[in-house]
């Protein structure tokens, strides 16, 4: 098991940037996928991006590609997702997430048994 903690949600104007970082207690994490998901009132949580342990090829659905990062520091035990022209349709509570997995990374919320407690990203129009 490992324990996460988001941060660095925030309002911000459409076109703006923000910076989440989860921080993974335990001494393993490089060893462990990661993922962010989001959540809007009344959607279904759906994977943002994910990474693996060795942080090979990440994953990013489409309507992110080429404007959020996922990156991590497995030296500072944290993941980071660099969301930058944000858009109204970003609004969501945003989730990091751990699956015991040092090679594969996930885009299923199924996989994933380790759930940080979220943070709310508002970007306003």
């Known amino acids: 098991q490992v324990h996460l903690v988001e941060s660095g949600g925030g309002l911000v104007q459409a076109g703006g940037s923000l910076t989440l970082s989860c921080a993974a207690s335990?001494?393993?994490?490089?060893?462990?996928?990661m993922g962010w998901f989001r959540q809007a009132p009344g959607k279904e949580r759906e994977v943002v991006a994910a990474?693996?342990?060795?942080?090979?090829?990440?994953y990013y659905r489409d309507s992110v590609k080429g404007r959020f990062t996922i990156s991590r520091d497995n030296a500072k035990n944290t993941v980071y997702l660099q969301m930058n022209n944000l858009k109204p349709e970003d609004t969501a509570v945003y989730y990091c997430?751990?699956?015991?997995?040092?090679?594969?990374?996930?885009?299923?919320?199924?996989?994933?048994?380790?759930w940080g407690q979220g943070t709310q990203v508002t970007v306003s129009s």
């Open positions: 997430a751990a699956a015991k997995s040092p090679l594969v990374l996930y885009t299923v919320k199924s996989a994933y048994d380790n």
């Open positions: 335990g001494r393993t994490f490089s060893s462990y996928a």
């Open positions: 990474i693996s342990g060795t942080t090979i090829t990440p």
